[in-house]
């Protein structure tokens, strides 16, 4: 399997806009997924196939795709998007990976 | 209401067995792709094993020989039996669905997880 890594930390004000960064070798050839994860709870996903957003999943969250790297963008940043996030892909092997997680804090 | 809800986590001993299980309601977990998912302490999150809707079943190098997915249709339930246990498979163990296989690769579906804790 391959490895994507992310920044351990993002910080943010609250209305500005927060941009997690995720790489990885198989990127161009495989979808990315987003998941948030706040403390004491299992992960919800907030984009699928690097840029589709999921049903109930608010407008301020996007992202994008390019190359080796996809982004998880979230505009407007409140307080309640104060989480860990993870990317994840998948590869033609039957396998799983997750990014190595980045913790976004709100200022 | 579509949801996953996994038990049988505990205190065991490094070398000792647990049987994981995760019942689902509201889809039927043998026209899906079931994973495992686990997350240490403080740590991020790890894909364990996978079970394809055709039976096929996958391993993360870090269980492989050691751990084995099943899944039980008359009872719409997902397994994990973990087996020679060690202190670095403690973690919250989530079940999830992956709804679209190869097409899709994500989890849509997550249980609200249990604690397996390995230590003498």
């Known amino acids: 399997s391959y490895e994507l890594t992310q920044p351990p930390s993002v910080s943010v004000s609250p209305g500005q806009t927060a941009r997690i960064i995720c790489s990885g070798d198989a990127l161009p050839k495989q979808y990315a997924h987003w998941y948030q994860q706040k403390p004491g709870q299992a992960p919800v996903a907030v984009i699928y196939?690097?840029?589709e957003r999921p049903s109930g999943i608010s407008e301020r969250f996007s992202g994008s795709s390019s190359g080796t790297t996809v982004t998880l963008t979230i505009s407007g940043v409140q307080a309640e998007d104060e989480a860990d996030y993870y990317c994840?892909?998948?590869?033609?092997?039957?396998?799983?990976?997750f990014g190595t997680g980045t913790k976004v804090t709100v200022l | 209401e579509v949801q996953l809800v996994e038990s049988g986590g505990g205190l065991i001993q490094p070398g000792g067995s647990l049987r994981l299980s995760c019942a689902a309601s509201?889809?039927?977990?043998?026209?899906?792709?079931m994973s495992w998912v686990r997350q240490a302490p403080g740590k991020g999150l790890e894909w364990v094993s996978v079970?394809?809707?055709?039976?096929?079943?996958y391993y993360a190098d870090s269980v492989k020989g050691r751990f084995t997915i099943s899944r039980d249709n008359s009872k719409n339930t997902l397994y994990l039996q973990m087996n020679s246990l060690r202190a670095e498979d403690t973690a919250v163990y989530y079940c999830a669905r992956d709804p679209g296989g190869h097409d899709f690769g994500a989890f849509d579906i997550w249980g609200q997880g249990t604690m397996v804790t390995v230590s003498s």
């Open positions: 509201g889809f039927i977990v043998s026209s899906n792709y």
């Open positions: 196939k690097d840029s």
């Open positions: 079970i394809y809707s055709g039976g096929s079943t």
């Open positions: 994840q892909s998948a590869d033609n092997n039957g396998t799983y990976v």
